[in-house]
């Protein structure tokens, strides 16, 4: 295939993928089957193109996951997951096993299959996927507690269903010490990733670098060496690239809006190339033989194997029936457990392709099932949260020559700066209200202006009282003009701004 004929190619796909959001919007449907099915049309079977290579597949799915992870880690404020921290870290490993250990027991028996590769199927259906989460659980307006949960969850339960996929799919005997290399593995890549992230985020601070377009380019970077760090030292690259993206994400980075816009750009080529790229390697003529099994399997992780996971993670925290029923149904499965089915097969050494054959047909059977009807289900169950989930958005651009900082901040619908008199902020000393900008016009503000939602303003702050400044708007934001303040070393001014 020439180059240009290549290029052209992948830009059509591209463009196809792109429109398919809207077009997706529109039917209610998840982007991700119009993906699939892109792969599908362009794959051996429709038009042509051939590609079975299953090491290539694989290799490409876990890049994918991994600039997904960094997307999600980036965008998650850990205001929103700080207090879902407990539940979600129980429901990425607790649960897993639990799920590996019902589904592998059930499938055992209804389908026959010899115990360890029974929990190996577990194994590969147990994931939730970052990509199928942090697409359609945003466009869902439930209780930032609920919403932290599942990010969390499925950011970071990659990690340990790949090293139980690795275990149970090789040949090698599981001795008492593999619980122990697991520990290891996801203590590691956690403490890597942490390292990293912290270590990317100072030096981002002071590397004045001289176009603004850099800084995404670092940040991403940092999260893939991250990646190439932790599996160095033998242990999650995935979780360490989850958690460095959650420390830079939620650091004192300039032009972080920039970095946040840059990620998720590339966060939906790697979902778009991903799906396509799954769509193209699957088989027609093999998945009616695999819809059987996959209704099995769908039936056995809906009415069983998710729910009683999510029970046994919800049992310390006393979780209201409600909110353990939605937590189940929105256990979405994507792109992860494909590839997981595609790591099953290179460590089997060829095996298990009747599994990916049965996963593939499963994630589009719970993607049509899960996906579509989320909002009606969180709806029944009374979950709906009644205020917009978006925090406001503050981006920050360093002043190095006058060593003061300039906050773009701004107003999202639902939040409490609206209508707050701009005296009423209460800014620390030194920080100051410069511009607002409101239906495309710019002007300068004073103490008596009132905000709006859907303004944007500009304030200039000391990098001293930068971070206090920021504070306060967030806590104005989130409670009101009348929100306590514990006053720190950037004082209440007082002043306008």
């Known amino acids: 295939m020439s180059l240009e004929l290549m290029l052209g190619i992948s830009a059509g796909v591209l463009l196809l993928g792109v429109l398919a959001v809207r077009v997706s919007v529109r039917l209610g449907l998840p982007s991700l089957l119009l993906y699939l099915g892109i792969g599908v049309l362009l794959g051996e079977s429709v038009l042509g193109i051939r590609f079975d290579d299953t090491g290539l597949t694989e290799s490409l799915g876990l890049t994918a996951l991994v600039l997904i992870l ?62 199928a989460v942090f697409s359609v659980l945003r466009g869902v307006a439930v209780p930032q507690r609920l919403a932290g949960t599942l990010e969390l969850e499925s950011g970071m339960n990659d990690a340990p269903v790949v090293i139980a996929v690795v275990v149970l799919a090789g040949t090698e005997a599981i001795s008492w010490t593999t619980p122990l290399l697991v520990v290891y593995e996801l203590v590691a890549g956690a403490v890597v990733g942490v390292l990293l992230g912290l270590g990317a985020a100072w030096a981002l601070r002071r590397a004045a670098l001289p176009s603004t377009g850099l800084y995404p380019l670092a940040a991403i970077a940092s999260c893939l060496l991250a990646f190439a760090a932790g599996q160095g030292v033998h242990a999650s690259g995935l979780l360490a690239t989850y958690c460095a993206a959650l420390v830079l994400g939620n650091s004192r980075l300039p032009h972080r809006s920039g970095v946040v816009s840059f990620a998720e750009g590339t966060g939906w080529i790697a979902q778009i190339g991903l799906f396509v790229l799954l769509g193209l390697y699957a088989v027609p ?12 399997c769908a039936a056995v992780v809906l009415l069983a194997a998710r729910p009683l996971s999510v029970a046994a993670a919800a049992l310390p925290f006393r979780v209201p029936w409600r909110e353990q029923a939605f937590l189940s149904w929105a256990g979405l499965r994507g792109a992860v457990p494909i590839v997981l089915a595609l790591v ?26 899960q996906g579509t009807s989320l909002p009606w289900v969180a709806r029944l169950l009374g979950v709906v949260s009644r205020t917009d989930t978006r925090g406001v958005e503050v981006d920050a651009a360093p002043l190095d020559e006058v060593d003061a900082e300039l906050l773009q901040v701004k107003v999202p619908p639902g939040s409490r700066l609206h209508g707050v008199y701009l005296r009423e902020l209460r800014l620390p000393r030194g920080a100051t209200v410069s511009l607002v900008v409101r239906d495309a016009e710019a002007f300068s503000p004073g103490g008596d202006t009132r905000l709006r939602e859907g303004d944007q303003f500009l304030v200039v702050s000391t990098r001293e009282n930068r971070e206090d400044t920021e504070r306060r708007i967030r806590d104005v934001d989130r409670g009101g003009k009348l929100v306590r303040w514990h006053e720190g070393r950037g004082r209440p001014s007082g002043r306008a701004g």
């Open 344 to 369: 099953a097969v290179t460590e089997g050494g060829g095996q298990n392709q009747r599994l990916v054959d049965v996963v593939f047909v499963l994630v589009v059977l719970l993607t049509l099932v």
């Open 285 to 296: 003529e093999r998945l009616p033989a695999a819809v059987v099994p996959a209704l099995i």
């Open 70 to 131: 960094t997307e999600g880690g980036l965008t998650t404020r850990w205001s929103a997951v700080r207090p879902a921290l407990g539940l979600g870290l129980l429901l990425s490993t607790l649960s897993v096993l639990v799920s590996i250990a019902v589904a592998g027991g059930l499938l055992h028996l209804l389908l026959d299959l010899e115990w360890r590769t029974a929990l190996l199927w577990g194994a590969v259906l147990s994931s939730t996927d970052a990509a």
